[in-house]
């Protein structure tokens, strides 16, 4: 095989390759022997048919096969003997005119890894924000928890509705020139006053009523309602109150624990500390590895392939699309991710190169993701499949490397970190949670510019960071490749039941609200995913694989 290289342009790769025509003739015949003993044709003894008729019925599809795998094998020894580390699989092209019996000319192109710098992982300096479980925040979570599995008892007759109390009501909505209009008719709608799930002014004007009252009220829709027609106009409710009802007392005790299926209260409130120390656990980390993260990539510059850069950006970009469509204006907010397209590529540029540098850490001090680990991994991946998929699932991890790679990626991410961590001159300091909280969203997490996996979801740095995210959220961005929490053990109080909806009002824009059958409150749009989902979910790139050549194009004759 002759080797010519035609292209050395930074990280990319050029070469032709031309693969002499004996070389594949002599696979043929070599096929053609192992072949012809097993083929069997009437008025011939077994393995005794002619060769030369062999080769006539068999001929194109023995030549193909010598075609592609003299094309493997050329790749192959292209990569080794240039010691080129493909980026992503190369591209290969047969030469137009190829005829059986000539020569075989081959355009390979690629980007390669770069020689990435012997990492500086000395002198890291990190601080780990601790916050105590303490009995105040246990004793806040269980109140909670009574509270959401509190009852409602009907309210005396005669009695005015208060904030905090349960009314039900059928209700008819009109404009201010007395039309109903469409969607604003409901009943047997339930509205926990003070729950604010409902348009400015709805549940206020509520409050008072009593059972078999009918009443009245007027509210302005907000100003970006998504029911466009109905976008800051002023609106009646006619009002028809089927109940009132007052809410009996919340009360933490043994009861609350057997009414969520365990034994005792003392075993509920070790499950909520067990739960809160982890929730606290993973806030910690994601701020210790965020910061991380932040050191290793001001103190690394090196060039990154533009095709991973690339793909990173579509794979950030179409997580971007699929939030915006989620948006009250997804219009909008497409028109505002066109402003910020140029700084989500240079967090996908950042996502690589550090994924490139925590990948040469790794394998630099022997960082490995054992079989046993990968066993775990691909049983849990596979839960998520029924029946028989689940081993087609696990058959296909096991005969695909690459799906392999990914899958393994985020727990060899985390080790690599768990091991910078104990690199690194630690401190610590105790804080509170909002301080944590508040540190994790500031922009100086995303200072230095910024991975989906994730090596550091920074969003852009112009882009304020959403507001105090919830405990789940919360949770959600601190180690979930490597967390194996015992689902078990989790303590989630049964939902209220949710009154039967009859109709929907105006268009509700919460879908998750169980009483949205009246105008619902316009839902705080979602934080922007690619760049600020998960800052311990990051997959650092799998030592490369040897890239396999395309198939060839089927040859004639």
Known sequence: MQTVETLNEGLKRAY??????????????????RVAPQVRMPGFRPGKVPANIVRKMHGPALLQDALNTSIQEGIQTLLAEKQLRPAIQP???????YEPGKDAELTVELEVLPQ????????????????????????????KFADQTKKWEDAE??????????????????????????????????????????IPGFEDATVGVKAGEERQIKVTFPEDYQAK?????????????????VAGEATVDEDLAKNLGLESLEQLRGLVRGQIESELGNLTRTHMKRKLLDQLAAGHDFEVPPSMVEAEFQQIWAQLEHEATHEPDPKAAMEEMEKERDD??????RRVRLGLLLSEIGQANGVEVTQQEMNRLIAQAAQQYRGED????IQYIQQEPMAAAQLRAPL???KVVDFLFDKAEVTERETTREELEAAIESEDGFATGTHHHDHDNHKPKQKKAAAKKKADEAAAEGDEAAAEGDEGDEVKPAKKAAPKKKAAAAPAEDEATDEAAAPAKKAAPKKKAAAADAESEAEAPAKPKKAAAKKAPKTEG
């Open 157 to 198: 007759e005669g009695y005015a509705a208060k904030m905090g109390d349960l009314v039900t009501v059928d209700f008819v909505g009109k404009t201010m020139d007395g039309v109903a209009f469409e969607g604003g008719t409901g009943t047997d709608m339930a509205i926990e006053l003070g729950s604010g799930r409902l």
């Open 344 to 349: 989500y590529r240079k967090i996908a540029e």
């Open 116 to 143: 990435v710098p012997a990492p500086a992982i000395e002198g890291l300096k990190l601080e780990k924000l601790t916050v105590p479980a303490d009995d105040a925040v246990i004793d806040e979570q269980l109140q």
């Open 229 to 245: 027609e109905l976008a800051g106009q002023d609106a009646t409710f006619d009002l028809t109150v089927k109940s009132v009802k």
């Open 91 to 97: 591209s290969v092209q047969l030469a137009d005119g």
């Open 390 to 393: 689940q081993q087609r699932f």
């Open 16 to 33: 032709t390759l031309t693969i002499a025509a004996k070389d594949i003739e002599a696979r043929v015949d070599a096929e053609l022997a």
């Open 412 to 414: 060899y991410e985390d």
